[in-house]
């Protein structure tokens, strides 16, 4: 029953993940179609993403505070319908108005739905965490290829059908709050009583933020600069460049699966230090190398390392603040999102002044700083607990 709760969640992750990946590939048609300025078409991609992010941590907050499983279901809703009504919403200040309610919905959903994740799982949260991951993994991946189809279909107006996953998910999660609550209660039942017991360790959840937020630069980075590394540095083509970036995806979901697994079997701050301590190595040499053939071999395991710490790290970031589960899901899965988001116009520049490689060295030694953050964290005291 858990695993099948949790892929229910899963699944609502997919959904409000798509709707972040349906963005991007809406900017043409609407630029075409109000006449926008790139900048302004840049706008309603910051809209969307900061003010998700920003405000994730917040409703983590209030979710510790006041456990609201509703948020599940409406969240759902809110980021699909916000997105369906982009294409049919006639100003450009409407479209960052539902733009905005779609962030707003990402925000409620994803502190909410970890943090449910999180007391369903029982024991195997970092296996219950990568396969609510993966939902979200897919969301980004499906998006883009529906709403392009969409929108070459029917126009902008496409998008309303957009709506669709959202209602039929988010009324199918709705049914399903009953059984979140119990798990929610329940949890908090367990540990009313000895809630003095467990501290928050806000240090060590500081310097786990340290590597969460090296993590979201070098997949931004890697998400923008792929693409284009292998068009302009490899000279392959626009084709290969994309399957580039679906084979990172597509090795990442296995390293997912399999960072949640060793993670429940070796301990989550080793698969963290593991991880991490290999990246400070196959990084730089899959920058360095120009060999076509090395580097879609060293790509692959690229994706494997870096999804492979995902889970860890959102459970560690829970484990260490057991009071405030929905804010450490808040900071691990929104505020990430905004550092790596503001740091990719930075690394641009540096791409548009001396070349895409220069712009890949400068993260390519990232992992170094993020494996000493890494060394520093300490057992989760839930863990320790836990094998004893």
């Not at 959903?109 to 609510?132: D, G, I, Q, W």
């Not at 070796?266 to 400070?280: D, P």
């Amino acid at each position: 029953m858990k695993y099948r709760l949790v892929s229910f969640l899963s699944l609502g992750h997919l959904v409000t993940d798509m709707t972040q990946g349906a963005i991007p590939v809406m900017l043409p048609f609407l630029i075409a179609e109000h006449h926008l300025s790139y900048a302004a078409a840049a706008g309603i991609v910051f809209a969307s993403t900061v003010v998700s992010s920003l405000i994730q941590p917040l409703l983590g907050y209030f979710a510790d505070k006041f456990s609201k499983p509703w948020f599940i279901p409406a969240g759902v809703l809110f980021a699909g319908l916000g997105i369906a009504l982009v294409g049919i919403v006639p100003t450009y200040h409407l479209i960052l108005i539902v733009v905005v309610l779609s962030g707003i919905g990402l925000a409620a959903y994803h502190p909410e739905a970890a943090r449910t994740a999180n007391f369903v799982a029982a024991e195997n949260k970092a296996t219950a965490m990568s396969l609510f991951g993966i939902g979200g993994q897919a969301g980004f991946a499906i998006g883009p290829v529906l709403t392009t189809g969409l929108l070459i279909w029917l126009g902008l107006k496409g998008t309303l059908l957009l709506a669709l996953p959202a209602v039929f998910v988010g009324i199918f999660l709705a049914l399903q709050v009953p059984r979140f609550s119990a798990y929610t209660k329940s949890s908090t039942n367990k540990t009313g009583t000895a809630q003095s017991a467990e501290r928050d360790e806000w240090p060590s959840f500081l310097r786990l933020s340290g590597v969460v937020f090296c993590r979201s630069i070098i997949f931004y980075t890697m998400n923008t600069f792929i693409p284009l590394y292998w068009i302009n540095v490899l000279h392959q083509s626009n084709a290969a460049g994309g399957a580039a970036l679906t084979l990172l995806f597509a090795a990442g979901v296995v390293g997912n699966l399999i960072g949640g697994r060793l993670a429940d079997t070796l301990g989550l701050r080793t698969v963290v230090r593991g991880g991490f301590f290999a990246f400070t190595i196959i990084l730089p040499l899959f920058v360095w190398t120009q060999n076509v053939l090395v580097a879609t071999l060293l790509l692959v395991v690229v994706g494997l390392i870096h999804f492979m710490t995902y889970s860890p790290l959102v459970v560690m970031g829970q484990m260490y603040l057991p009071n405030h589960v929905g804010f450490a899901s808040g900071v691990t899965f929104g505020l990430a999102v905004t550092i790596g988001g503001v740091t990719s116009p930075l690394l641009g520049l540096i791409a548009d002044h001396h070349g895409i490689r220069t712009a890949l060295w400068c993260v390519a030694f990232l992992p170094v700083l993020a494996t000493g953050f890494a060394l520093t964290l300490p057992h989760p005291r839930k863990e320790t607990l836990a094998t004893r």
